[in-house]
Nanobody, 128 residues
Framework: QVQLVESGGGLVQAGDSLTLSCAAS????????MGWFRQIPGKEREFVAA????????RYADSLKGRFTISRDVAKSTVYLQLVSLKPEDAALYYC?????????????????????WGQGTQVTVSS
């Protein structure tokens, strides 16, 4: 069982930057994928970014590419999401997730169903 704990959310102004962190309770297997998703009340959870744990290969939602950057610290079992030039529409509950240990991914998946373990989320609020 993998537990994920997000942190780093908060209230910022439009144009500001923020870095979210997600720490895993165990050392992740080399073929794991860590992803970030976000959700606004009343809407479906949306893929943001993901990274293959050992290779560092990344994948981003097309609409967010260039403003958000995912990275990881393998030694700390922690994944990060840097958000820059934040907009009011970026306000959401941001979740991190990791894939099942039994499956290898050639490319980081973007579907929520492909992720087995989820954190509780960290809230990002952007004022205009």
């Amino acid at each position: 069982q993998v537990q994920l704990v997000e942190s780093g959310g908060g209230l910022v102004q439009a144009g500001d930057s923020l870095t979210l962190s997600c720490a895993a309770s165990v050392r992740l297997v080399s073929h794991a994928v860590m992803g970030w998703f976000r959700q606004i009340p009343g809407k479906e959870r949306e893929f943001v970014a993901a990274i293959k744990w050992s290779e560092g290969i990344t994948r981003y939602a097309d609409s967010l590419k260039g403003r958000f950057t995912i990275s990881r610290d393998v030694a700390k079992s922690t994944v990060y999401l840097q958000l820059v030039s934040l907009k009011p529409e970026d306000a959401a509950l941001y979740y991190c997730a990791t894939t099942p240990t039994t499956r290898y991914w050639f490319s980081p998946p973007i579907a929520t169903d492909d992720y087995a373990y989820w954190g509780q989320g960290t809230q990002v609020t952007v004022s205009s």
